[in-house]
């Protein structure tokens, strides 16, 4: 059995894991925790960017360019010899459902000052640039190419609160936190491993404030990345986390009672409204 087979059978473990300790919207007694399911995690919401936004991934599908790329860090378990816009987008770039979940999430909590480790092709940048035109984003892309493409894209649609950097993250990390001097939402995509994940989200832990977001993505994709989640729930600062599999939420608002929901759509577990007995 290959590496990249074990990996797979391992996530899907860990899938059930979740998905067996997951509760719905109908467990869940916190108003804050149910408005956020509410207002952010129901991705049925539809907006008007959307059409326009799925017609940019179109777009990114369909240009079979190839692209030279450096990889600096773990963003996916298969490397193309000779990549192409289109395979990046199908490898890389969040899919729609996570992209509506971003978006939500600026269009309710409208944070000023959005800090994204990860920029890829740049799309789910410009839907959370979409989502506010008040918010400024700023986003960090280590490939040449990549950063290339993502400002062309930026232009293209003429976002002007998007400000892209080109440069590893321990490069242009440390800078941009101090100029930005505080961080309202931090969206960590970049390498899904243990020792990068806590270390940004370490770098990133002086600049928030009470009502700061910090999303991880993918929390689940590896060994690692589930340990990095773990750590990073247990540690002091973190007043509640919830967990959706895909994304890790957390929050630092002192006020909060410190709890970590794991949650799931009702529809996977039709039997928590009854439809059963």
């Known amino acids: 059995m290959n590496l990249i087979l074990i990996d797979i059978v391992d996530q899907i473990i860990r899938y059930w894991q979740y998905y067996f300790r997951a509760d719905t919207i109908f467990n869940v007694h916190s108003p804050f925790v149910y408005d956020f399911i509410i207002n952010v995690l129901d991705t049925r919401k539809q907006y008007y960017a959307f059409n326009a936004l799925e017609h940019e991934r179109r777009m990114l599908l369909a240009n079979h360019s190839q ?21 990046i987008a199908k490898r890389v770039v969040s899919p729609p459902a996570k992209c509506r979940t971003l978006f939500n999430l600026v269009n309710y909590f409208r944070p000023p000052t959005i800090l994204e480790l990860g920029t890829s092709l740049g799309l789910s940048a410009l839907y959370m640039a979409k989502a506010n035109q008040a918010s400024q984003l700023y986003t960090i892309e280590g490939a040449t190419e990549i950063y290339r493409l993502a400002k062309l894209l930026f232009e293209k649609n003429h976002t002007t609160n998007i400000h892209v950097y080109k440069g590893t993250f321990d490069e242009q990390l440390p800078g941009l936190l101090n100029t930005l001097r505080e961080v309202d939402m931090a969206y960590i995509d970049g390498h899904h491993n243990y020792n990068a994940t806590i270390n940004n989200f370490n770098a990133i832990l002086p600049y928030t404030h009470k009502s700061s977001i910090i999303v991880l993505d993918d929390i689940y994709w590896s060994a690692e990345m589930a340990r990095a989640w773990n750590e990073i729930k247990a540690m002091p600062q973190v007043a509640m986390t919830i967990d ?34």
Do not use: C
């Open 67 to 87: 692209v030279h790329i450096e990889d600096h860090g773990a963003g996916s378990r298969q490397r193309d010899e000779a990549p192409t816009v289109s395979s």
């Open 244 to 277: 959706t599999f895909d994304f890790g939420f957390v929050f630092f608002n002192p006020e909060m009672e410190k709890q970590h929901f794991t949650l799931i759509d009702y529809r996977k577990k039709p039997w928590r409204i009854g439809l059963f007995g």
